[in-house]
């Protein structure tokens, strides 16, 4: 009988001497359980000393129970020097296959922190390649369990050229199939940029991080001593960087997450997203909206309650939730049907529109109209962020980035305008004039170039400045605004508002809405791509 050498994985016997069906089926089941095993129990042990799963179980957290199917479980490295040649053990530190998530497919590969850290080499790069290619054919999501260190130091070039093809795949891949990266361990350097091609980031909080350059280097160019979670922790990119969309305390509620957010995902750019049963019924009246929303547009309040409301039984997942806050970007369902939203926060800098606001929902209009899921956007704007390190950091440009991906997006595009909605932003915000299919208000908008006490100061100024009561001027010219171009049915007597709803009816106005859009088609332009604004 073959035994297998459990520190290296590898078995001590010929494998070419003759032997029957039944001794080989053996031999088999031992390679295969020294490759399930892993290294050894310290290095797992070690594993899980740092708060860590292996490989293997974040799979099975992942997957449904015994859907996974392993692809190239026996593929070892050939490179030589250095001392590889002697430590040749089984998958070459990655876990390919895939499996099932609720049934529907999904392709998944994940570092094994305990070989070689992690780090890929060739054989390790050819593995991934190979389970994008498969994901890619036959249409199906990619999650990628990211804990690696990196490029092989021992295999040089080759192992960069490893990440050169991964680079290339996820960008084949961007708006075919959905990609999601979940970091559960280091990533520097260059495969950073991996996870930065994909949609979605996930992150752990203190066992993940993320950077170009580490601390060391940080300290020796720059002077600047910072630890590893303060320079590329999930914290920092879930509320700095904006590289990460979710990030959670441990592994099991992140990889939880992961099957969720796959819950209202498509398999590809061919399909729609999985519809649902709803039991929240359609025609349900909000009486509640009308006392959420303060009339007087000074008054700030939080919109997710609004969302909260408006979806089936108030469960929606918000997308990078701790970044750009004056800005909601969230996956929910309307009657089951998956929509994507994008809401304006009066409660976070009264609701304009900045730069990372501006960046944060264009990339998420960009994959909503990629993935066939339709968008809603609610609109309370004020207009843009005003200020000196708005206009030198490029806010015309970033602005530009919203206004293109919803002037590109073809899927079914609603907006509902709750109050105020002033000046560029609101054109910007999906207005009827840049393609929103239907517009509704309720009849606390307010839709105007910009607020009724800035406009009286610009048209009324001479009245005001000659007037022997300036102030009491300036109120009756104020109202006289508000009474001449800022009334509720001003928009819609002008058909840029298709209709002035009752907040309460909100949910079942966009039910029907969506209902009739769902045979939407619509064409662009014959072109080898757009050159959107950067």
């Known amino acids: 009988m073959t035994v297998v050498d459990e ?38 042990a070690a594993q899980h000393a740092k708060g860590k799963l292996t490989a293997r179980e974040r799979i099975e957290l992942l997957l449904d129970a015994g859907s996974f199917r392993e692809v190239e479980q026996l593929r070892r490295h050939r490179a030589s020097g250095f001392g590889l040649e002697d430590r040749r053990p089984y998958t070459d530190g990655v876990v390919t296959g895939w499996g099932t998530v609720e049934g529907r497919t999904v392709f998944v590969y994940a570092h094994d922190f305990r070989i070689f850290g992690g780090a890929l ?17 036959a249409g199906a999501p990619l999650v990628s369990l990211n804990d690696g260190a990196g490029a092989r130091i021992q295999e040089g070039v080759s192992a960069l050229a490893g990440y050169g093809g991964i680079f290339q795949r996820n960008t084949r891949a961007s708006g075919v199939i959905p990609q999601i ?3 559960l361990g280091p990533c520097a350097g260059g495969a950073a940029y991996s996870p930065a091609l994909t ?25 600047e001593e910072i630890t590893q979670n303060g320079l590329g922790g999930a914290d920092v990119h879930a509320e700095t960087s904006g590289v990460c969309h979710f990030a959670y305390d441990d592994e099991e509620t992140c990889i939880a997450e992961v099957r969720y957010l796959l ?9 729609n997203p999985p519809r649902t049963i709803a039991t929240d019924a359609a025609d349900r009246r909000s009486e509640v909206l009308l006392d959420l929303v303060p009339a007087d547009g000074n008054r700030p309040y939080d919109m997710t309650k609004v969302i909260e409301e408006i ?36 409660q976070v800098l009264a609701g304009v529109l900045d730069i990372e606001a501006s960046e944060k929902a264009a990339r998420f209009v960009q994959m909503c109209d990629a993935f066939n899921i339709p968008i809603l956007t609610f609109l309370d704007v004020p207009g843009f962020l005003p200020g000196v390190d708005q206009e030198h950091g490029g806010i015309i440009r970033h602005g530009a980035k919203l206004l293109y991906a919803y002037c590109n997006a073809t899927v079914p595009r609603i907006s509902l ?53 300036p102030e009491a001027m300036r109120r009756k010219m104020v109202q006289e605004y ?53």
């Open 181 to 183: 990266s979940v970091m």
């Open 121 to 137: 080499g060739e054989a390790h790069a050819t593995k991934i390649h190979k389970i994008m290619d498969m994901a890619i054919a």
């Open 417 to 469: 305008i709750l109050r105020k909605a002033y000046g560029g932003a609101y054109i910007v915000m999906d207005s009827q004039s840049i393609g929103a299919d239907l517009t509704y208000a309720w009849p606390t908008n307010e839709i105007a170039v910009m607020g009724a006490e800035g406009a009286a100061g610009v048209i009324f100024r001479r009245q005001i400045a000659q007037a022997d009561d």
């Open 263 to 271: 819950s209202l995902l498509p398999q590809n750019n061919r399909e």
């Open 311 to 346: 979806v089936d039984d108030g469960d929606y997942l918000e997308v990078h939730e701790r970044w750009a806050r004056n800005i909601i970007c969230a996956l929910g369902r309307l009657d089951g049907q998956v929509v994507g939203i994008v809401a304006n926060q009066p």
């Open 482 to 534: 508000k009474n001449e171009l800022m009334h509720p049915y001003y928009a819609a007597e002008r058909g840029l508002v298709d209709d002035v709803i009752d907040p309460a009816e909100t949910r079942e106005v966009l039910i029907t809405s969506l209902a009739m859009l769902r045979t939407k088609h619509a064409d662009l332009p014959s072109r080898k791509h757009g050159n959107p604004p950067q």
């Open 199 to 223: 949609d979605f980031v996930f992150m752990v909080r203190e066992t993940s991080q993320m950077f170009i350059t580490g601390p060391d280097v940080v300290k020796a160019v720059t002077g």
């Open 7 to 44: 520190a290296l994985g590898e078995p001590t016997e010929d494998l070419n001497e003759p032997a029957d069906a039944r001794g080989r089926a053996a031999e088999l089941r031992e390679i295969r359980a020294s490759a399930l095993a892993g290294p050894s129990e310290k290095a797992t």
